[in-house]
T-cell receptor, first 110, second 114 residues
Framework: GIQVEQSPPDLILQEGANSTLRCNFS?????LQWFHQNPWGQLINLFY???GTKQNGRLSATTVATERYSLLYISSSQTTDSGVYFC????????????FGQGTRLTINP | SAVISQKPSRDICQRGTSLTIQCQVD?????MFWYRQQPGQSLTLIAT?????????ESGFVIDKFPISRPNLTFSTLTVSNMSPEDSSIYLC???????????FGSGTRLTVV
């Protein structure tokens, strides 16, 4: 099956810092999503981005499908940005389902 | 976008018992997905549920342990049977949400087995 690798696994930053999270995937995809899991376990959909660039406030994401990676940028981090960020992909060929990476745990200290 | 109501939100259960988790969607969907997230881990797909047919299980998951019902296009249940402490996890349901682009998830059920 498709492999999804996220880096770094852990990231600790001070409030106000910027960060870049990376997601590499091993096959062509027709869906790529970034999620934020809050401390209560709820999964929040940040971006649907199988290709191209999107921005939503302090967050932006870029997927380069031909090179099989995606980046999530967080600018001017706030403590509420803390949590686990997951990249998930749906392979272009095969069964319809999302495959998740292992996540990046982001901690923003005040 | 689709709204998924999942319940219970959390439960503490005795080993050997079973728990049924419900997911209700506010629109009709063809497929519903059930995921498990073990402590400190990522999400793993348990099975895909289509209305009117048996669920399709991923490798490592079996129907006897995780029976699924899908009686109509807006509702599904997942049962965790004969529970052991290793079943302590967050269980989430998901649907493909064309209005929102991509997949939407329920708020999850945090299960602790003692």
């Amino acid at each position: 099956g498709i492999q999804v690798e996220q880096s770094p696994p852990d990231l600790i930053l001070q409030e106000g810092a910027n960060s870049t999270l990376r997601c590499n995937f091993s096959d062509s995809v027709n869906n790529l999503q970034w999620f934020h899991q809050n401390p209560w376990g709820q999964l929040i959909n940040l971006f649907y981005i199988p290709s191209g660039t999107k921005q939503n406030g302090r967050l932006s994401a870029t997927t380069v499908a031909t090179e099989r990676y995606s980046l999530l940028y967080i600018s001017s981090s706030q403590t509420t940005d803390s949590g686990v960020y997951f990249c998930a992909v749906e392979r272009a060929q095969g069964a319809q389902k999302l495959v998740f990476g292992q996540g990046t745990r982001l901690t923003i200290n005040p | 976008s689709a709204v998924i109501s999942q319940k219970p939100s959390r439960d503490i259960c005795q080993r050997g018992t079973s728990l049924t988790i419900q997911c209700q969607v506010d629109s009709q969907v063809t497929m519903m997905f059930w995921y498990r997230q073990q402590p400190g881990q990522s999400l793993t797909l348990i099975a895909t549920a289509n209305q009117g047919s048996e669920a399709t299980y991923e490798s490592g998951f079996v129907i006897d342990k995780f029976p699924i019902s899908r009686p109509n296009l807006t509702f599904s249940t997942l049962t965790v049977s004969n529970m052991s402490p290793e079943d302590s996890s967050i269980y989430l349901c998901s649907v493909e949400d064309w209005a929102a682009d991509g997949y939407t998830f329920g708020s999850g059920t945090r299960l602790t087995v003692v």
